[in-house]
C-alpha cells in the first residue's frame, strides 16, 4: 500500500496538558480488491464527485489521539493493463496526548512523536513508499497512453517513468524524491518552540504489535528547542533580582527586627512568584532545571533570614560591624560562587540532550537508509521483524564501538571441543561469542 505523509502543520503545543495539535496529510495508493465492483470503480474516475467511496478502504488510526477530525477524498484509475487502482488523499487535524522530558526546562528539547499506524495485519496491507514504475509498453512499442505523446516533430516524448508519483502530487514532487514522509513544507513555526537545528526531524517505518498482530506504523519525531527568554527574563532575572536585593537588608539596623521583617517580605514574595512558575507547567514528579534553581535561591534568603534570626539571640557575638561586613561578604562571594557552578551543570545538561536527540535521528536514519536499499519490504512476519530500523541501528552503533577482535585470538578460541594450536582448553577463559556477549550486555 503505497502511502506519503506529510505533515503540513503544528498549530499548538501545549506543555500543561502535554499535548499537542498538528494537520496531516496523508496519500494513499492500493490495488482495487478482487471483490471490489468494475462498475463502482468505474464511478470513481470521475474526481469531481467528492462523495464517491470504494468498498473497501483501509483502516488507519494517530496512536495517542484525544482527538482527530479527518476528511477523505477517493479516486478510482485504470492502468493500461487493466489493473484497477484506488487512490485517497486524507487530511487530519489531531491534538495528540505525548509525554514531554522536563527535566531540562526551560532549555530542554521536546520530541514531539506522531505515529500512523494501519490497522490491518501485514497479511492484508503494508505500508510502503510511492516507489516509481518503469512505464508499461503494448505490443507495437507504444505505451497504453501514446494518443497525446508527440510533439509538433512528431517525436515520441513519453518519458521513461510513467507513474513516479500521484497525479495530485504531480507539481510537488518533495525533495526526498517522494519518500515516505515529508516536511519540506510544513509549518512548523511557533512563537515559543524552534525546530531544533542539529535534528530537526526523523522518522522510522516499523511493524508493531497491535492486539497479537503485526501492523505497519510510520512514527514521525518532530524534535523542538524551547525559546527561553520568556522564562529567562521572568524567572531567573527576577530570582536572581531577588537574590541580590536580600544584600540590602545588611544595610538595615539590627533594632526593633528590622532586617527580620524586609527577610520575610522577600520570602514571601518568593513563594508567590513560585506559584506563578508552577502554573506553566504540569503535575510531574521530578523538578526541572527551573525548580533546582528557584529551590537554590530560596535557600540563599532562608539561610540569610537565619543568621539574622541568631543575631538577635546573640547580638553581643554576631551584631558587631565586623561579623556584619564578614558574613555580608561570604553571602556574595557564595552567591556568585554557586551561580558560577549552576550555570555550568545546565549547560552540561543541556549539550547531553542535544546528543541524544542527535544519535536517536542518526540511528532512525542508518535504518531508514538500510530500508529504502533493501526496496520494497516483504510481507511475511520473520523477514519484518528482523528488519527493525532501530534494532539494525543499534546493531551498527555497536559495530562502531566494539572493536573487532584480533584474527590470532579468533584462532585460538574453542570450536567444537578440539583446540587450534595446540592451547589447552582450560587455558582458553571465553569463546567466539562470549568475546562479543560480554561487553555488548554491559554498555547496552
Given at each position: 500500500?503505497k502511502?506519503?505523509?506529510?505533515?503540513?502543520?503544528?498549530v499548538?503545543?501545549?506543555?500543561?496538558?502535554?499535548?499537542?495539535?498538528?494537520?496531516?496529510?496523508?496519500?494513499?495508493?492500493?490495488?482495487a480488491?478482487?471483490s471490489?465492483?468494475?462498475?463502482?470503480?468505474?464511478?470513481?474516475?470521475?474526481?469531481?464527485?467528492?462523495?464517491?467511496?470504494?468498498?473497501?478502504?483501509?483502516?488507519?488510526?494517530?496512536?495517542?489521539a484525544?482527538?482527530?477530525v479527518?476528511?477523505?477524498?477517493?479516486?478510482?484509475?485504470?492502468?493500461?493493463?487493466?489493473?484497477?487502482?484506488?487512490?485517497?488523499?486524507?487530511?487530519?487535524?489531531?491534538?495528540?496526548?505525548?509525554s514531554?522530558?522536563?527535566?531540562?526546562?526551560?532549555?530542554?528539547?521536546?520530541?514531539?512523536?506522531?505515529?500512523?499506524?494501519?490497522r490491518?495485519?501485514?497479511?492484508?496491507?503494508?505500508?510502503v513508499?510511492?516507489?516509481?514504475?518503469?512505464i508499461?509498453?503494448?505490443?507495437?512499442?507504444?505505451?497504453g497512453?501514446?494518443?497525446?505523446?508527440?510533439?509538433?516533430?512528431?517525436?515520441?516524448?513519453?518519458?521513461?517513468?510513467?507513474?513516479a508519483m500521484p497525479?495530485?502530487?504531480?507539481?510537488?514532487?518533495?525533495?526526498?524524491?517522494?519518500?515516505?514522509?515529508?516536511?519540506?513544507?510544513?509549518?512548523v513555526?511557533?512563537?515559543?518552540?524552534?525546530?531544533?537545528?542539529?535534528?530537526?526531524?526523523?522518522?522510522?517505518?516499523?511493524?508493531?504489535?497491535?492486539?497479537?498482530?503485526?501492523?505497519?506504523?510510520?512514527?514521525?519525531?518532530?524534535?523542538?528547542?524551547?525559546?527561553?527568554?520568556?522564562?529567562?527574563?521572568?524567572?531567573v532575572?527576577?530570582?536572581?533580582?531577588?537574590v541580590?536585593?536580600?544584600?540590602?537588608?545588611?544595610?538595615?539596623?539590627?533594632?526593633?527586627g528590622?532586617?527580620?521583617?524586609f527577610?520575610?517580605?522577600?520570602?514571601?514574595?518568593?513563594?508567590?512568584?513560585?506559584?506563578?512558575v508552577?502554573?506553566k507547567?504540569?503535575?510531574?514528579?521530578y523538578?526541572?532545571?527551573?525548580?533546582?534553581?528557584?529551590?537554590?535561591?530560596?535557600?540563599?534568603?532562608?539561610?540569610?533570614?537565619?543568621?539574622?534570626?541568631?543575631?538577635?539571640?546573640?547580638?553581643?557575638?554576631l551584631?558587631?560591624?565586623?561579623?556584619?561586613?564578614?558574613?555580608?561578604?561570604?553571602?556574595?562571594?557564595?552567591?556568585?560562587?554557586?551561580?558560577?557552578?549552576?550555570?555550568?551543570?545546565?549547560?552540561?545538561?543541556?549539550?547531553?540532550?542535544?546528543?541524544?536527540?542527535?544519535?536517536q535521528c542518526?540511528?532512525?536514519?542508518?535504518g531508514?537508509?538500510?530500508?529504502?536499499?533493501?526496496?520494497?519490504?516483504?510481507?511475511?512476519?520473520?523477514?519484518?521483524?528482523?528488519?527493525?530500523?532501530?534494532?539494525?541501528?543499534?546493531?551498527?552503533l555497536?559495530?562502531?564501538?566494539?572493536?573487532?577482535p584480533?584474527?590470532?585470538?579468533?584462532?585460538?578460541?574453542?570450536?567444537?571441543?578440539?583446540?587450534?594450536?595446540a592451547?589447552?582448553?582450560?587455558?582458553?577463559?571465553?569463546?567466539?561469542?562470549?568475546?562479543?556477549?560480554?561487553?555488548?550486555?554491559?554498555?547496552?
Amino acid at each position: 500500500m503505497k502511502t506519503h505523509l506529510r505533515v503540513a502543520n503544528l498549530v499548538d503545543v501545549d506543555t500543561v496538558t502535554e499535548t499537542f495539535k498538528v494537520h496531516l496529510v496523508v496519500f494513499m495508493e492500493w490495488m482495487a480488491p478482487k471483490s471490489e465492483s468494475i462498475e463502482v470503480l468505474a464511478e470513481g474516475e470521475d474526481k469531481m464527485d467528492v462523495d464517491w467511496e470504494p468498498e473497501w478502504y483501509p483502516a488507519f488510526e494517530v496512536v495517542g489521539a484525544k482527538s482527530m477530525v479527518t476528511a477523505k477524498e477517493f479516486y478510482s484509475f485504470k492502468r493500461p493493463s487493466g489493473t484497477w487502482y484506488v487512490h485517497l488523499r486524507c487530511d487530519i487535524k489531531a491534538v495528540i496526548t505525548d509525554s514531554m522530558d522536563l527535566e531540562e526546562f526551560p532549555f530542554d528539547i521536546e520530541d514531539l512523536t506522531i505515529s500512523y499506524r494501519l490497522r490491518h495485519s501485514k497479511r492484508e496491507a503494508i505500508v510502503v513508499p510511492f516507489y516509481e514504475e518503469k512505464i508499461e509498453t503494448t505490443d507495437d512499442g507504444d505505451d497504453g497512453d501514446s494518443n497525446n505523446d508527440r510533439d509538433s516533430t512528431g517525436a515520441n516524448r513519453r518519458s521513461s517513468l510513467r507513474f513516479a508519483m500521484p497525479a495530485v502530487l504531480a507539481n510537488q514532487k518533495a525533495t526526498s524524491d517522494l519518500a515516505l514522509v515529508d516536511l519540506s513544507h510544513a509549518n512548523v513555526t511557533l512563537p515559543d518552540y524552534l525546530l531544533f537545528k542539529g535534528a530537526p526531524y526523523c522518522w522510522v517505518l516499523e511493524d508493531v504489535r497491535y492486539f497479537g498482530r503485526k501492523c505497519s506504523t510510520v512514527t514521525v519525531q518532530l524534535n523542538f528547542e524551547r525559546s527561553y527568554l520568556y522564562y529567562m527574563v521572568n524567572c531567573v532575572v527576577i530570582d536572581f533580582s531577588l537574590v541580590c536585593v536580600k544584600l540590602g537588608a545588611w544595610a538595615l539596623p539590627q533594632k526593633r527586627g528590622g532586617r527580620l521583617i524586609f527577610d520575610l517580605m522577600l520570602m514571601l514574595t518568593s513563594i508567590n512568584f513560585r506559584g506563578m512558575v508552577s502554573s506553566k507547567l504540569p503535575e510531574i514528579g521530578y523538578m526541572t532545571l527551573l525548580d533546582y534553581y528557584n529551590f537554590i535561591c530560596f535557600s540563599f534568603k532562608v539561610s540569610a533570614f537565619a543568621f539574622h534570626i541568631a543575631q538577635v539571640w546573640q547580638p553581643k557575638l554576631l551584631a558587631t560591624p565586623d561579623v556584619d561586613e564578614a558574613s555580608a561578604m561570604a553571602y556574595i562571594v557564595s552567591v556568585f560562587a554557586v551561580h558560577l557552578l549552576f550555570t555550568l551543570y545546565a549547560l552540561k545538561k543541556r549539550w547531553l540532550r542535544e546528543a541524544a536527540v542527535q544519535a536517536q535521528c542518526e540511528i532512525a536514519r542508518q535504518g531508514n537508509v538500510k530500508l529504502q536499499q533493501g526496496g520494497v519490504r516483504d510481507t511475511s512476519d520473520t523477514d519484518a521483524s528482523n528488519s527493525n530500523p532501530i534494532s539494525d541501528g543499534l546493531e551498527m552503533l555497536k559495530k562502531m564501538i566494539i572493536p573487532t577482535p584480533p584474527k590470532d585470538l579468533l584462532e585460538n578460541t574453542v570450536e567444537y571441543g578440539v583446540c587450534r594450536n595446540a592451547v589447552e582448553p582450560s587455558s582458553v577463559l571465553v569463546d567466539s561469542d562470549d568475546f562479543y556477549r560480554a561487553p555488548v550486555s554491559g554498555l547496552f
